[in-house]
């Protein structure tokens, strides 16, 4: 977080001020811890936030028409939209609506397809990202491995796949309707869980020496949070596994709050040109 303070304290120096939107739907428990986390770091390094708080029960156009506002208030340079968004939303015409240089979480189709073919367009999903940077800072080489990913969504498990693909692992995706995903589990060197389902994966999923990321992040009892994985069976078990809460989501805040920074300064190296 230095970096990004000293990053961010640049860009204050040029008359840039960072700022990032947050669009919620309802509250989510997950939601809302994970906005809590945002909101404390970039308080912490210099960024504004400011948060728009959507009905549960809020419509398609409502939220398409909040983003379309985001996009032509040159004070904003990122947009965090929490998904998944009620069942009365379509998200893919809400994912169009956001226009890809302030698509700080790569959930437009143009930061997908960027994803997808290798190349860098706009930014990818804090995430899986996130994953990958864990990776990197641990020295765990993907390059050959066996991973296996419980968890198919665009938000996390596809991405990822891509991602980890680019770096020469071989990915399995599985899913909550995978019948054979114990053993599609045991067989992985690493085994990254984001499948949205609390606890889903117990000891009997794992093996010695395997690295386990877990992504998940759930309401478990008084104030507590737990994730897809049954932390105390798996952690008794595997050479490593990140912890819920304090693992990967800790990565992922600062991943977005690098990305707001990145498109802080590309937008105010456009205007310039403009002018």
Avoid at 65 to 94: A, C, Y
Avoid at 146 to 157: D, L, N
Wanted: aromatic content about 6%; proline content about 5%.
């Amino acid at each position: 977080m230095e970096r990004l303070a000293v990053k961010s304290q640049e860009l204050r120096e040029k008359r840039v001020f960072p700022k990032l939107a947050i669009v919620r739907a309802g509250e989510r428990p997950d939601d809302l811890s994970y906005e809590k986390s945002v909101l404390k770091k970039a308080d912490s390094i210099g960024i504004r936030v400011q948060v728009f708080t959507l009905a549960e029960n809020c419509g398609t156009e409502e939220v398409a028409m909040l983003l379309r506002l985001i996009n032509e208030d040159q004070n904003i340079h990122g947009t965090l939209l929490f998904s998944p968004m009620p069942k009365t939303v379509n998200e893919e015409i809400v994912r169009r609506a956001l226009i890809p240089e302030k698509d700080v979480d790569g959930i437009t189709p143009q930061s997908g397809y960027g994803v997808f073919s290798g190349r860098r367009i706009g930014f990818p999903p804090c995430t899986p990202e996130a994953c990958v940077r864990m990776m990197d800072y641990y020295g765990i080489e993907p390059d050959g491995k066996q991973i296996t990913i419980v968890g198919r969504s665009m938000v996390v498990g596809r991405p990822l796949a891509m991602m980890l693909l680019q770096r020469n692992a071989t990915v399995t995706i599985c899913h909550t309707h995978t019948k054979d995903l114990k053993e599609r589990c045991l067989e992985a060197d690493i085994v990254i869980a984001a499948a949205g389902v609390p606890k889903l994966l117990n000891g009997e999923y794992f093996r010695e020496g395997q690295v386990v990321l877990d992504v998940g992040i759930h309401p478990d009892g008084e104030n507590g949070f737990c994730g897809d994985v049954n932390y105390e069976e798996a952690s008794a078990i595997c050479a490593d596994i990140t912890p819920v809460p304090g693992g990967v989501g800790n990565v992922t805040t600062a991943v977005l709050l690098e990305h707001v920074l990145e498109a802080a300064e590309q937008q105010n190296k456009w205007r310039d040109l403009e002018e």
